[in-house]
């Protein structure tokens, strides 16, 4: 079986549809959402996208308008993949 799922440690929001998280294997995710734009709770505008946070178990992105992604979601439609930390 493959390794765990990583945890979101970290997420910004830069501009409407793309996010970046920092997770615990040492990477920066940078994704595009957009592709999720047509589902209804789909933030809006800049100022509803920005409100994003981290779910409880960090494993998830909650907007406040309800929209929610999974850290495999961000992972697989991620542009681009930077390492930020060695893992020990």
């Given at each position: 079986?493959?390794?765990p799922n990583p945890v979101i440690l970290r997420v910004v929001a830069p501009e409407p549809g793309r996010v970046v998280v920092e997770t615990s294997d040492g990477r920066s995710y940078h994704a595009n959402l957009s592709s999720f734009s047509r589902v209804y709770c789909y933030p809006a505008s800049a100022e509803a996208w920005s409100a994003v946070t981290v779910d409880a178990e960090g494993l998830g992105l909650i907007w406040t308008s309800r929209f929610e992604v999974h850290v495999d979601q961000i992972i697989g439609l991620?542009?681009?993949?930077?390492v930020i930390a060695r893992i020990a």
């Open positions: 079986m493959g390794a991620a542009d681009r993949v930077e």
